[in-house]
């Protein structure tokens, strides 16, 4: 017996396919979603394409597959969760939702492998991971990755480590030139198209505060400077999502309980989150929460407040700011395009700074490999999905390629570095928060972060 994807209950996903029927049955096979998903696109292999895991997951509904069998779990495990066959599903197949359930029942029967297990405890631990991220930034800092990454051969579980240096070596803030011959705006210019009055309380995060602060503090700069009002948000923890997607919904469920509990007693009107992974997953508590009692109400409210960084910045301009002359290369998270459906809000943060061109990265829609935690637990699929998306990052020849989620910062970034490229990685909002700079709007404020 294991335990269901939605009811935290009894049983497994017998159980979950009788109340996730709609979410498993419109699958009529057409096959539109396998060249959008880059593990069969890579490997070729049915079981690794969204027709073949819905297949998987329906034998073991139907008692014909065993959760805990290695042809089920290996399947299921390769899948990186980008949630690219979605948008191109004309039936509508919820895939992600049946993938985190399909992870969990597997769980149930095998526990995950130590790596994943490791990774999920010590972030679901505020103590743990404050003290895993402040080593991380010792070592960042103190140029001890750097060296890593040039020092470690790639071979073994050294290939691991020299990879995980290189991503915390590709965390430091990236800065463009100065520019001395644009002139800076008078303080104002391009003011405010409109201004809000709403509260906003802005998601952390565990990986974003643990090593990415800057990004924190630059949205709630950008934001004030577009009008909205930052509230403190106590007791918030981290969204779940590496749990919901790693197959701990337990975990995850207690995660959100406590992030709806913080966010509602703040009172906002919007949870404001910077990461592409968080913001989906906030924005689905509504499902993760559905049969508890005492929270289904208040995660619909909830998730109906979350909102995408950039979402709040376009949806009152945002302002523009002094000049900042560069190239960035933009690639889409999939959490944001796939599972949000913002595609515009970072273009239109990154075109509210004069002076920089924009160019998509070829393929910006598929996944760079990184997907959570895939990245360090899949270095060898998820490693050639990597080195695909830098290959296309370098084609813009850019000076920095941005994107909205910590994850693809750090996947991008290290396939970057290993490479001896010289492309810096940024979060839209900070390039934003550079031109504000510049232009003076930050003058005399007070940070709040
Ligand atoms: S596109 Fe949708 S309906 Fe078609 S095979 Fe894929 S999941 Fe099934
Ligand atoms: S989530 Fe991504 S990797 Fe998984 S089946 Fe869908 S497209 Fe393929």
Redesign the pocket.
Known sequence: MATTLVTGEVSGLEVAFEEQRERLL????????LPACPTYTRLGDEADS??GR?HLMKAVVEGRLDPGSEAFRTHIDRCLGCRA?EP????G?E?GTLLELARHTAAQHVPQDFLTRTLLFVIHSPTLRRGAFFLARILRHSGIAELGTKILPSIGFLRNMRFGMAMLASSIPWHPQVQTTASAPEAGRGGQTKHSTKRIGILMGCVQEGLYSRINKATARTLEANGYEIVAVAAQDCCGALHAHGGDLEAARGLARRNVDAFSNAQVDYVAVNAAGCGAAMKDYTTLLSRDPDYAEAAVKFSERVRDVTELLSEVGPRSGAPVACTVAYDHPCHLLHAQQVESGPLRVLEAVPGVDVRIVEGAEECCGGAGIYGITHPDLGGRIGSDKVDAVCRTSADAVATANPGCMMQIGAGLRLRGAREGVLHPVELLDISYRRAGYYEGAVGRL
């Open positions: 419109p699958c009529v096979h057409c096959g539109f979603c969204p027709r819905l066959c191109v599903c004309p039936s197949v895939y």
